[in-house]
């Protein structure tokens, strides 16, 4: 695993892999966009390309999003974390 691709997340080990996968799928997202727009590939092949990798990236964004609102462990931490910066002044 990448180095920057390690992050600090409570204890939920299953948001942490899923957010890694997400994370992951983006920065192929982004790589294979820069890949594209340099001439190399037939146009079509290299549309299909994209919008696959998009796909999955949209993808592992979802379930990131469904396991953050199902798991009753990230949903407390979550409303800890919102309580917490409703209580903190705003730095003027």
Do not use: G
């Not at 080990?13 to 727009?37: F, H």
């Not at 919008?51 to 462990?73: I, M, P, T």
């Not at 407390?76 to 309580?83: A, L, P």
Request: aromatic share 8%.
């Amino acid at each position: 695993m990448n180095a920057e691709f390690s992050f600090k997340t409570a204890v939920c080990t299953e948001y942490e892999s899923l957010l890694i996968a997400c994370q992951e799928a983006l920065e192929t997202w982004r790589k294979r966009r820069e890949e594209i727009t340099r001439p190399r590939s037939s146009k079509r092949e290299a549309t299909d390309e994209l919008l696959r990798v998009q796909a999955d990236y949209a993808k592992a964004y979802s379930r990131l999003e469904d396991h953050q609102d199902k798991c009753e462990l990230c949903r407390f931490v979550s409303e800890i974390r919102n309580r917490n910066s409703e209580s903190i002044p705003m730095l003027q």
